[in-house]
């Protein structure tokens, strides 16, 4: 055999080595890659993504597309090294440390309970900032969520209790709870009204030094909403928070005359908070390769993404710059209409 054929024959074993090798060596990295959208104004199944019952809707054209990010990896399904080199040179898709996505101090199940627990109060708080922009009056609840053993309040305060009043002044928000409870001094007692069942009862609760010096009864509250109409949302599979701005855009797209996307198809991004405050959210570049993949011409960015996202931005793609549901409702009139200013992502 000659010198050569040899070379060649050792170079194709070593290849094949290092090929076997690399399928069957797991790393822990996690790829991400662009995922499905969802038209918050269409149907997913066959079923509404939004519903709203007890008051008038409009119907809506064009789409109003929320954006994920798929993954591949993780702790009990690690990919292999090929892959993540395939990602390594893949423009469209990142590959990111496992911990970023699956923290270490969690498990793969809580991370995903986590992911549904966000998803559902980013729901919530989507209907709050839309009713606020549409200066819709709602309600505040302010429950029970857990009490702490041997603490006052254990076995007298109940998980699921509504307080409606602390000693007899009525409850609006968290605030006006602890603002309560803290006026007392250790030791003295405070009468919650709570709403339990179809009852409603006074408690009376003893209270201590808490961990931060201040008068305490060991009581963890949750907050939720009381709207005057039902809105449901319907998004299968899909969880965590940065859908926020596209539910509430789609949740008001329907509650009012005329149709916002002037029939374009818009895409976009970021969390949000009862008061519409928008939100910086992960994956901006995958998220953005989805939106155009799926036909969408523009892009509500939240103005934290905006300085990646104008490295990033696919061909057709036009960034818009969204700081708040206000400003976004905004710059689509202003699309729709062609009056008025367009606030765009400029690079930092």
């Known amino acids: 055999m000659s010198r050569r054929a040899l070379t060649l024959l050792v170079a194709g074993f070593l290849v094949l080595g290092f090929g076997i090798g690399g399928a069957l060596m797991r790393v822990p990295y996690v790829v991400l890659s662009p995922g499905p959208t969802e038209n918050t104004i269409g149907e997913v199944e066959k079923k509404p993504v939004i519903t709203i019952s007890g008051r008038e809707t409009y119907p809506t054209t064009g789409a109003l597309s929320l954006v994920t990010v798929a993954y591949q990896g993780g702790p009990g399904s690690k990919i292999d090294l090929l892959t993540a080199l395939r990602g390594w040179v893949d423009p469209t898709v990142a590959v990111v440390p496992e911990e970023t996505i699956f923290p270490r101090s969690r498990t793969p199940k809580q991370v995903e309970e986590e992911n549904t627990v966000e998803m ?100 963890s509250m949750q907050e939720s909403y009381k709207f005057p109409f039902k809105v449901e949302i319907n998004v299968g599979d899909v969880g965590g928070p940065s859908a926020g701005l596209m539910f509430s ?100």
């Open 120 to 219: 559902t109060n980013s729901q919530d708080f989507a209907t709050a900032a839309a009713l606020t922009e549409l200066k819709i009056p709602f309600g505040k609840v302010v429950s029970v969520a857990s009490t702490e053993k041997g603490k006052p309040a254990d076995g007298k305060l109940r998980k699921g209790d509504e307080i409606s009043a602390v000693d007899g002044k009525p409850v609006t928000d968290f605030e006006s709870v602890s603002d309560a409870v803290t006026a007392h001094k250790p030791g003295e007692n405070v009468t919650f009204t709570v709403v339990r069942g179809k009852d409603k009862t006074d408690v009376t609760v003893g209270t201590v030094v808490g961990g931060t010096g201040k008068t305490a009864v060991g009581v």
């Open 249 to 348: 855009l789609g949740i008001l797209d329907k509650l009012t005359p005329g149709e916002i996307t002037g029939g374009k198809a818009i895409a976009g991004t970021g969390t949000i908070d009862p008061s519409g405050e928008v939100g910086p959210i992960g994956g901006i570049a995958q998220k953005m390769v989805g939106a155009r993949k799926s036909g969408a011409t523009v892009f509500l960015t939240p103005a934290g993404n905006c300085a990646e996202a104008v490295k990033a931005v696919p061909e057709g793609l036009r960034l818009v710059k969204a700081e708040t549901l206000h400003e976004a409702v905004t710059a689509l009139d202003a699309l729709r209409t062609g009056k008025g200013n367009v606030p765009a992502c400029a690079a930092s």
